[in-house]
């Protein structure tokens, strides 16, 4: 009975609040023409949040990725005239696979340290201001990428160091966002379309770096990314807001749809404590925690040395290598889309559970990542690598309509420090796998245990997380302190 009048006096208070910022957001309005006013509310806001999310993912990776284009440029042979004007062919920078390794690694050594801190920051002060504020500083030193590279390797490492500390708030700073944003029926399409920048990003990234790295000069691929950044992050803080009941041009009909779906408002979950202990004991907490550092062992090892991979082995140019390298990244960004929809979809029909879909969509994208990993160590043609490459590379986009928004399924007003937590473990492989391939490939000459050991131990780790999660759905409700 207790429960059932908590319960009544809380429905009671969000519908007092509805009528409240209906009532406010009707006295703006009524300061505004009628024709503007239809103008901005034609436009459900939290897809234009979901476009500038989109777009900002899109430049963080640009920025993440373009160094594994540039340093292919970086370290191969070129001719140089010394002072006595003798003609010799060498590097511009000296740099062995070991150190090539520590140098693309490095970016993972910040990323990984704010990812927790993210969190729980972004739970406090908002996602939009967090995540603006990561993207701009990210450009920032992306900026200055050339002049560290050409001063010092170690103040290249150090630059790239700072840009993962920023670029870590990113993923928690969106969850943040989206549990104020997304309604539960809609939370897979919006996220995997905002996260699917990230895809997009990379396959624009690889092909542009290398045809500006060929043809200007590989301090360009730093200098158009964080320019196109620094543009972003101005319409970012313009038209983004980070509660629906702030944005001034929002519809009723839009925020209690919303905030009625969501089922609690930010002010009555703000004061919150989070539930630390039962985080860390949570059986579907670690479950998302496996299977997001099993997607991203994938991701990174071929992130970082597939470029390098098509050049070494298939002596593909570098610009032809960067257009190559890019093709699995613009299938995984439709995949994303796809799969996203879809989820939602089966969610929507009744079905199939919430936690059924997620395991469907998580597992079986793992499954099918490793049979064609596999097969791509076998083949001994370009066009057969890039085909096994590419269907692995685009099944994984099915999985992020799995794990990736499970966060805000189990403990929604905690679901920015979940992902922070997810994404801390799943770091790891970044720092790891460009360091073990770098071990592992020695005077150019790539052997099989590099794609062996790129989706064989994810799909060990997503078997483990299936078993996980077998009974996990909801294991926080709101009003856990």
Known sequence: MADELQEYSERTAIKKTFSQESDSRQALFASKPEIAKAFMQRFP???????????????????????????VAMVENKTQTDGNGTVYSAPEFPWDSRLQGYILGSFFYGYIVTQIPAGWL???????????????????FTLVTPVCAQTSVYLLIACRVFEGLFEGVAYPSMHALWSNWAPPLERTKLSTFAFSGSYFGTMLAMPLSGVLAENVGWPSVFYLFGVLAVLWCIFWFYF????????PTISNEELEYIQASIGFTHQQVSNQNPPWIRMFTSMPVWAIILAHTAENWGFYTLLTTLPMFLNDVFGFELDLAGFASAIPYLVMA??????????????????????????????????CQAVFMVLAAYTTSPAAAVTCITVAVGCGGFAWAGFSVNHLDIAPQFASILMGLSNCFATIPGIISPTLTGQIVQDKVINNTVLYCTELYPAFLSTTALHACTHSHQFISIHST
């Not at 972004?122 to 201001?129: D, H, P």
């Not at 889309?337 to 929507?348: E, F, T």
Request: charged content about 15%; hydrophobic content about 50%.
């Open 45 to 71: 806001k939290r897809y234009i949040v979901a476009l500038l999310a989109f777009l900002g993912f899109c430049n963080a990776y640009t920025m993440r990725v373009n160094l594994s284009i540039a340093i």
């Open 122 to 140: 972004s739970n406090k002060v908002g996602g939009k201001m967090l995540f603006g504020v990561g993207v701009f500083c990210t450009a920032l």
């Open 240 to 247: 983004v807001v980070e509660l629906p009941e702030n944005h």
């Open 334 to 367: 439709i995949v994303i889309q796809v799969g996203g929809h879809l989820a939602d979809w089966m969610r929507q029909k009744g079905t199939f559970t919430t936690t059924q879909v997620r395991k469907m969509f998580n597992c079986g994208a793992f499954a």
